[in-house]
């Protein structure tokens, strides 16, 4: 599955990992070119981020933060970062996992060969992988409310603790969706997902 593509990396997961790594450097920068403005982008209001272009919102957690702006890099239309939160500063070192959520969209167009949800998996699984992840399972069928996604979880160990990534994604308006979640124990993601809602139409493919 992951040789039928040949496209840049999946940004998303990329960004993140990449972040939360660079974030325990005392040199890290946050500034990021201005973007204009996109009604795909969704707003962050009063706790919770909503997305009528893509039809759902995700409620935050009370007192995380938000670093949306300081993880875009440029002004693709390609590749759109709709959210990303942690539940601390990713520049403030700690002992513990430092939990987060990063939503992207990223244009079909953009993967040869990319036909459903699932087919999204081969370039995550590398790039997990590749970040020293295990996955947990195949990825597999995943329903939210009324929504149906495609779900695949992986896992890594970081010195005594474990650090646990899972990725819903789906297809929507020829983007692919994703929503990656990073935490320190299953039950943790669970309830990071459970803040996840869908209206409107099913996806278009699983």
């Not at 982008?41 to 938000?66: E, I, P, Q």
């Not at 990713?90 to 002992?95: L, N, V």
């Not at 953009?110 to 992988?129: C, H, N, Q, R, V």
């Amino acid at each position: 599955m992951i040789s039928r593509f040949r496209q840049p990396r999946i940004f998303a997961l990329h960004l993140l990992l990449t972040f939360l790594a660079l974030a325990q450097q005392p040199s890290i920068s946050s500034s990021k070119p201005a973007q204009s403005p996109k009604t795909e982008l969704g707003v962050l209001t009063n706790g919770a981020y909503r997305n009528a272009f893509f039809a759902f919102t995700y409620k935050l957690a009370y007192g995380w933060v938000d670093r949306t702006t300081d993880m875009r890099e440029g002004d693709d239309p390609g590749k759109l970062l709709l959210l990303s939160v942690f539940e601390h500063p990713p520049e403030a070192t700690g002992s513990t996992i430092n939990s987060a959520v990063v939503i992207a969209a990223e244009k079909m167009s953009s993967f040869s060969g990319l036909k459903t949800a699932s087919d999204y998996f081969g370039p995550i699984t590398e790039l997990a992988t590749a970040k020293g992840f295990s996955a947990l399972n195949e990825p597999h069928d995943f329903a939210l409310g009324t929504t149906h996604l495609v779900r695949g979880d992986f896992s890594k160990q970081r010195g005594s603790l474990i650090m646990y990534q899972t990725s819903l994604v789906t297809l929507e308006k020829g983007c692919a969706v994703s929503f990656t979640f990073i935490g320190g124990g299953e039950d943790e993601i669970e309830e990071l997902i459970e803040k996840l809602s869908f209206s409107g139409n099913q996806p278009q493919s699983r």
